[in-house]
């Protein structure tokens, strides 16, 4: 067994590691291929991020389960899951934009315990979760300052196509009770953004593990709150402000 201290020290040499591979590989040209959409997109450097922090995983985890954007799917027997997003904001990344990260996030049958983000731009490493205070470069981030929806810029995004009348009202309910919105492009980069108190709240639909964990954990890591709620059908992921956390899923439960 390992203690708290030790897997966040892993994964943040994993996400280091991992958002330096990529970076390097952007910098030396790159192809994208579509997935589901024109925006869903993977390249090369996704693949070879994700493959080195599988390998290590492997030697020093090997009894923990590996789930990874890019297709890895490695049961385990310790109950514990690490899930990977080897490049969270892929459209960004191949488009010559900074708003990209390497991610991952440690769970367990109960709950996230810790996640770890890399933005190579800035150079700038966080780790953090529920029983773990967040830090950036290894110093602490303050404690989130509580603050209203109505006073406060959140962050979405939305997934093409988006034709569904009751998604497309539930989402209208809880952009309009925002200050302002923005759409960046990396939903954990919004979330390093609203753990440093930049942005109030984050609120999404349809969101997998890896975009959702790792930023929902360093944001609890500086008090904040992460809930999922049902709106329109589909599960919206929310993170950020307790204040705003709350006020966002009741405008979507209104409905």
Known sequence: ???????????????????????????????????????????????????????????????????????TDRPGSSGRSWVIDPVDGTYNFHHGLSWWCSAIALEDADDVLLGAVFHPHDDALFVGG??????????????????????????????PPFHDPAIGAAFVRAASGTATLRMLGSGTMDAMAIAQGQLGVSFQHTVSDWDRLPGAAIIRGVGGEARRTTAGGVVWSVAGAPTAVAEVCAALEAG
């Open 1 to 71: 067994m390992t203690d708290l201290a030790d897997d966040a020290a892993l994964a943040a040499d994993l996400v280091h590691e991992a958002g330096l591979l990529a970076r390097r590989m952007r910098a030396e040209g790159l192809v994208a291929e579509h997935k589901t959409s024109v925006s869903d997109i993977v390249t090369a450097a996704d693949k070879a991020a994700e493959r080195l922090i599988v390998n290590r995983l492997a030697a020093e985890r090997p009894h923990d389960a590996v789930v990874g954007e890019e297709g």
């Open 130 to 159: 529920p029983e773990l205070p967040s830090t950036r470069n290894g110093e602490p981030l303050p404690r989130l300052a509580d603050v209203a929806l109505a006073q406060t810029c959140a962050t979405t995004y939305l997934h």
